[in-house]
């Protein structure tokens, strides 16, 4: 995954419309010496002020730091009674589809607010905020998944005491996210009835991590030929642990199982 291909380097990436550096340098002995620094919207690089730095020793994990960025930002969640998901599949499955009508389906009952994370554009936000609900977009730049730090700097553009439900919309992957833990409660695994019946198979870890697995685009499931026996066979068999819903974003159809759910575990927070 990132902590073999080498995705995970640190570079720059956007919050809203703050531009957010990383920079990485080994020295001699073999430390990685790494740093990041913010810009805001119009920062020129040039400056002279010296920036705080983190030394990694090569001999601890290459994601103890995230980890270590996940449980302060645990912590957080927790102290507000804050009930966050971290949502993730494939690109197309449905996430966007998913969570603007789940916003719309809570009005009144949760106060919502959204992390929305992607490579480039807002277009995913800007679908978001027609909800009414406070959207902050992570631009990823190059990087194929949100980390624990980047979920952090984007806290601070929410207010989160006005909060019952964080919900972050992660980059569309079903491997690279698995190896990162954001601090989320609930980690949502979406699964499109238009991606076959073997995703659970091929990507086993990230399934295996997920707390609820969603089958997304029911009303699809006649003209893709989807063995629905199949699928939920092999999503018990890869998440044996994950509560299951099936679920169409269009047509409305299982959104109150779903819902329930978030309610309930609201609750229990």
């Not at 409305?252 to 309610?263: E, F």
Request: hydrophobic residues 40%; charged residues 20%; negative net charge.
């Amino acid at each position: 995954m990132c902590q073999e291909c080498g995705c995970s380097k640190p570079g720059p990436y956007q919050v809203g419309d703050r531009k957010v550096e990383s920079h990485t340098h080994t020295l001699p002995d073999g430390t990685v010496l790494t740093h990041a620094h913010d810009h805001g919207p119009a920062h020129s690089h040039a400056h002279g002020h010296a920036h705080p730095h983190q030394i990694l020793n090569l001999n601890t994990g290459i994601l103890s730091a995230n980890d270590r960025a996940a449980e302060q930002n645990r912590g957080a969640f927790q102290a507000l009674n804050l009930l966050v998901l971290n949502v993730v599949s494939s690109p197309g499955a449905g996430k966007t589809a998913l969570l603007t009508k789940t916003l719309n389906e809570l009005k009144g009952r949760l106060r919502c607010g959204v992390i929305v994370g992607d490579l480039a554009t807002d277009n995913d936000a800007a679908r978001l905020r027609t909800t009414g609900a406070p959207v902050v977009q992570i631009a990823t730049g190059t990087l194929c998944h949100l980390e624990a730090g980047m979920v952090a700097e984007a806290m601070k553009q929410l207010d989160l005491r006005a909060l019952d439900l964080l919900i972050i919309e992660n980059v569309g992957n079903l491997v690279c996210p698995a190896s990162f833990d954001l601090g989320e409660a609930l980690r949502v695994v979406l699964h499109s009835v238009t991606e076959g019946e073997d995703k659970p198979l091929k990507y086993p870890p990230m399934f295996h991590s997920a707390d609820a697995v969603v089958v997304t685009k029911t009303d699809m499931s006649a003209a893709a030929g989807f063995d629905r026996e199949l699928a939920l066979k092999n999503i018990r068999q890869a998440a044996p642990h994950a509560e299951i819903f099936e679920l169409s974003s269009r047509t409305g159809d299982g959104m109150k199982a779903w819902c329930d759910y978030l309610l309930a575990r609201k609750a229990k927070a």
